[in-house]
């Protein structure tokens, strides 16, 4: 069974409305971008989705993660990849989504909950964190 994770966070609302849309229109832009360039296996702009020295907890470094993200690109074949809207967190200066995810691909399918961390940047919202709450393997 699919089990959903109970998460706990100030909603995204600025005192200003007007500040709180522009950012969640500018969060939710960023979000489809990324997920276009994943589902698309762009990896220019995959990549540029996330914060120029981002290293996944834990990670091999910045670098090795970009190696091994252009080897998952071309071995993965064709992805099929379903993401719900994301919900959004306000974290201190930082935004959080929250998607269902449904991902498929030669190499594995899983579905689960992603949770990515959003920080402001000179060049948009960029990916600082990324990490799966929820993950069932099929």
């Known amino acids: 069974a699919y089990l959903s994770p109970a998460v706990i966070g100030a909603a995204l609302r600025p005192g200003d409305a ?5 950012k969640q229109a500018a969060v939710l832009a960023a979000f489809q971008s990324w997920a276009r360039a994943w589902q698309g296996k762009d990896l220019e702009r995959y990549v540029q989705a996330y914060t120029p020295d981002y290293n996944p907890a834990g990670g091999p470094g ?3 993660w970009l190696e091994q993200r252009g080897k998952v690109f071309e071995r993965s074949g064709d992805l ?3 993401l719900s809207e994301p ?6 200066d930082a935004v959080v989504t929250l998607t269902r995810q449904e991902y498929r691909s030669k190499l594995q ?9 959003w920080v402001a940047s000179p060049n948009g919202w960029k990916i600082s964190a990324e990490e799966m709450l929820s993950e069932k393997k099929g």
């Open 87 to 92: 919900v959004m967190l306000q974290d201190g």
């Open 109 to 117: 399918s899983s579905t689960g909950v992603k949770k990515l961390t």
């Open 62 to 64: 910045h670098q090795k």
């Open 80 to 82: 099929t990849i379903a």
């Open 18 to 22: 007007t500040v709180a849309q522009a």
